[in-house]
């Protein structure tokens, strides 16, 4: 039976996949027929539901309840369970998103299926083998017919690569979810009452990325530069970075210390409050990078790359992991530079996917 609407999936797993989720959803359902895979990556309350209702995201359809593990288990896993679904439900089409094992492995099992797959935040690199994220992005890039590209670099990456066909320069969905709640952004203050911080006299951080977190030695510099600042830090700890700090007794050391404030993962409102009343921001999250530059607060980078590079001209800083270059940048901040329009031609990413979604399977 024909359907009335084509059928697009949606499989998502993780917190940034949730955020960039949202917009997108919200317009999808006008005019597709669109379902909701979680694959169960992330679970916990204030990494999962906790953005599904402040955002309003229709609940998911399907949870594959994968958890956590090693790589090859996770992504196996999740192709298994997903692959019987989606053999079963026939969509028209599979959307992933970003640069996760439930990206590869969404994307993965809709290639094998011979469905067509869209993949968003397409055209992103490191440049760095050794990022699993590198390899899940740089696989789903190559087995998906449309390419969504959020920024002028991740086009070209994919034309260096000899990817031609299918890209749609969309401009960044979670540009978009700012765009539309900024006043609301600047107006949340609660969680500043909630740890008595004072407007532009308090840093946030953020950090998760394996590479930082997965060794002592890396954890022993990030407990150094924390202890080093001149500024309170709040610091909500990822469940993959709280792990690995108390594995090595840096946990309760952090905790003792006054002007160090650990919590546990806020809620994204409550994130966005706080890179925008933040003095800085450090962090090593692709998202919190971008959030800091479009809601104008000097963002340190703790990696030595950035996918993100044209945020290096405004207001972004590699510094590493290292103490004296990150004291330096917070000595001498600037304002940034004056902000660029993340919109392509001021259309708002999520219509410019959706409709060449319908475009694209309008024509199958
Ligand atoms: C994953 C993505 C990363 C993304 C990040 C967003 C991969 C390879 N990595 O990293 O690209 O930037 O999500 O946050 O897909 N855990 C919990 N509760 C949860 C989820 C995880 O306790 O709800 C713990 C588990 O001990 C788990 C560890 O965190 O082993 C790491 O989780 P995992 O999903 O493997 O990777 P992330 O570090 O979250
Ligand atoms: N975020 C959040 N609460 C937190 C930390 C981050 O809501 O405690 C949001 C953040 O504002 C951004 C997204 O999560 O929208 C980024 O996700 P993450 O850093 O986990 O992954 P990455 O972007 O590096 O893939």
């Known amino acids: ?55 309003n995201i229709p609940k998911p359809d399907y949870n594959l309840g994968v958890g956590s593990g090693s790589h090859g288990w996770m992504t196996g896993r999740i192709m298994t ?42 055209g992103l690199r490191s440049y760095r083998p050794d990022m699993p994220e590198e390899i899940n992005r740089r696989l789903a890039d190559h087995v998906s017919q449309l390419l969504f590209c959020p920024t002028v670099q991740s086009v ?19 540009y978009e979810l700012i765009a539309v709640g ?20 308090f840093l946030t951080m953020t950090m998760h990325r394996a590479e ?24 909500p700890v990822h469940p993959r970075t709280q792990k690995n700090l108390r594995r090595c007794g840096l946990l309760a050391h952090l905790k003792n210390s006054p002007d160090i404030i650990l919590t546990e993962p806020v809620s994204y409102l409550d994130n966005l409050s706080l890179i925008y009343h933040a003095r800085a ?36 800083h590699l510094v590493g992991l290292s103490s004296r270059k990150i004291l330096s940048v917070l000595k001498a901040l600037r304002p940034p530079a004056r902000q660029a329009s993340y919109l392509v031609k001021g259309r708002a990413p999520s219509e410019i996917i959706v409709s060449s979604l319908t475009d694209y399977l309008r024509r199958q």
């Open 1 to 55: 039976m024909k359907r009335k609407k084509p059928l697009v999936v949606s499989v998502v797993g993780a917190r940034p996949q949730f955020i960039k989720l949202a917009p997108l959803a919200r317009k999808m359902s006008r005019r597709l027929g669109h379902v909701i895979v979680h694959t169960g990556q992330h679970y916990d309350r204030m990494m999962s539901d906790v953005f599904f209702r402040q955002l």
């Open 81 to 122: 369970r997903l692959e019987k679904l989606l053999a079963e439900m026939c969509p028209d089409f599979v959307l992933v998103y970003g640069d996760t094992n439930s990206t590869l492995a969404g994307a993965l099992t809709a290639a094998k299926l011979h469905l067509p797959v869209g993949h968003v935040e397409a």
């Open 156 to 174: 070209k990456n994919l034309n260096s690569e000899g990817v031609r066909k299918g890209i749609v320069r969309s401009g960044d969905l979670m």
């Open 182 to 201: 900024k006043e609301r952004i600047a107006r949340n203050t609660r969680i500043l009452k909630m740890h008595r911080l004072a407007p532009k006299e």
């Open 212 to 235: 930082n977190v997965d060794t002592e030695e890396n954890l022993d510099k990030i407990a150094g530069i924390l202890f080093s600042l001149d500024y309170p830090v709040i610091f």
């Open 281 to 316: 921001v450090l962090t090593d999250s692709g998202g919190v990078q971008k959030e800091s530059v479009f809601l104008g607060t000097p963002c340190l980078t703790l990696r030595d790359e950035t996918e993100w590079v044209e945020t290096l001209a405004r207001g972004n």
